[in-house]
């Protein structure tokens, strides 16, 4: 890849990372308040307040708050439905608080005093899990009568679960991130830098996520989940790009272009190693539009809203997995995941002599965007009914990546650092 192409790619890289936050910012640019205080002003002043539930009826009359207004949602929203109380706040409510930021830019369109409750019903649980319901408000069934907020007690053993990975086994490896970091950041071969590129990225990553958990406690700060999703995608995709640089120079030897790599002996012809006509780079491209065709997979998956309040060791937790992150996870990076890959497969059949650094470094991206996008669907799908193994086998899988990392430097002692000599002695040293 020519030295010119990094900037341009570095720049694409930075754009598909503040294209969701420039989304953020416009679609939810609505008078917001959190949970606790909207609940508190609806019990506070009842005749000058009214929460409107924009959700399906079906899903209101299932568990809603009451006294509310169920107006569902959709192109005639809100009609007549709140003719009679134009002279009151309107809290608008639904599952997630992403439907009810377009909902309340029309009320205020109409003239309505209007607000969003940031992160809906999910967050009214929350609240009324950590705070109870003030006065007035309760919840409510279909037949009118009184339910407790949604709510899980854990055994003894899945209390002790939750407190040793998130205070044992996060700071443990998040401290051995930075170590292994700063090892591998000082080495010259470039797939070990890409590495330590990657535990850059994790360890900034893990450190969002930490701060959210011990700052914010129902753990509901945007921006830092954020940093903290950012941070695992982009350790996906470094990772992925220092497996594919060792790969193509160790194990296919596909570093010389136009000379014979690896598999000669499986081709009937050698064409010379990135020159157009070589078998391995029809397969690269192949591969890359499958990739981005199974990248698409987590699209046909459905939004779920998941709040279940509880209780470890005393303390209130409240477990979600706001159908904002979802979003990011499930519907953005799989449009992205894909066409990265298929710009890599793109690059590989442009011109005479494809550009394989480009496409490797495409394929990498898209397989780090993919790959972060399928480890969070599979685990909210699996977990979404008892959400600690969902926070569990996140934190255990982690561990287990820096883990793995940790033997390869154990292994090939000839990583650290030692005075007075060079990187040396590696499988990947070149």
């Not at 679609?27 to 959700?55: M, Y």
């Not at 996060?170 to 991130?177: D, F, G, I, N």
């Not at 050698?270 to 780079?281: I, N, S």
Request: glycine letters at 10%; charged letters at 15%; one cysteine or more.
């Amino acid at each position: 890849m020519t030295a010119y192409k990094r900037p341009i790619l570095w720049a694409l890289f930075g754009v598909l990372a503040v294209v969701p936050v420039l989304w953020y910012v416009y679609f939810f640019q609505v008078p917001t308040l959190k949970a606790a205080a909207a609940l508190e002003l609806l019990a506070r002043d009842p005749s000058g307040t009214i929460l409107c539930d924009i959700r399906d009826p079906a899903d209101y009359w299932a568990f809603h708050l009451s006294p509310s207004l169920n107006v569902p949602y959709g192109p005639g929203f809100p009609g007549n439905a709140l003719n009679g109380f134009r002279n009151r706040k309107v809290f608008v409510l639904c599952e997630s608080g992403i439907l009810s930021a377009p909902a309340v830019r029309k009320l205020i369109g109409q003239g309505f005093d209007a607000a969003n409750v940031k992160d809906g019903m999910a967050a009214v649980i929350a609240a009324a899990g950590r705070n109870g319901l003030p006065r007035g408000l309760r919840f409510e069934d279909a037949g009118g009568r009184p339910v407790p907020a949604p709510s899980r007690e854990l055994s003894p053993l899945l209390q002790s679960v939750q407190v040793l990975t998130g205070f044992v086994v996060k700071p443990v490896y998040t401290v051995a991130s930075l170590v292994m970091l700063i090892v591998f950041l000082r080495q010259k071969n470039p797939a070990h830098r890409a590495l330590g590129y990657a535990l850059a990225a994790f360890f900034v990553g893990e450190n969002g996520c930490a701060a959210n958990y011990t700052f914010f406690p129902d753990h509901d700060s945007h921006l830092l989940e954020y940093i903290h999703a950012l941070g695992m995608l982009l350790c996906f995709g470094f990772f992925f790009h220092a497996l594919s640089l060792g790969a193509k120079k160790q194990l296919l030897r596909y570093d010389r272009p136009g000379a014979a790599c690896g598999l000669r002996a499986l081709c009937a012809e050698c064409k010379g190693a990135e020159r157009r006509g070589c078998r391995l780079v029809t397969a690269f491209t192949l591969a890359g539009l499958a990739g981005a065709a199974l990248a698409l997979m987590p699209l046909c998956g459905g939004l779920f809203m998941a709040s279940v309040n509880s209780r470890i060791w005393g303390s209130f937790y409240n477990y979600s997995h706001p159908v904002l992150y979802q979003i990011f996870e499930t519907r953005y990076c799989p449009v992205v995941a894909a066409c990265l890959l298929a710009a890599g497969s793109l690059i590989l059949k442009i011109g005479k002599n494809p550009d394989v650094s480009l496409a490797q470094a495409l394929f990498a991206a898209g397989g780090g965007v993919a790959g972060f996008s399928f480890f969070r669907f599979v685990l909210f799908r699996v977990y979404r009914d008892n959400l600690l193994w969902f926070e569990a086998w996140e934190e255990l899988t982690e561990f287990l990546f820096i883990a793995a990392v940790a033997v390869y430097l154990w292994l090939f002692s000839g990583l650290w650092p030692k005075r007075g000599a060079k990187e040396q002695g590696s499988p990947a040293a070149g």
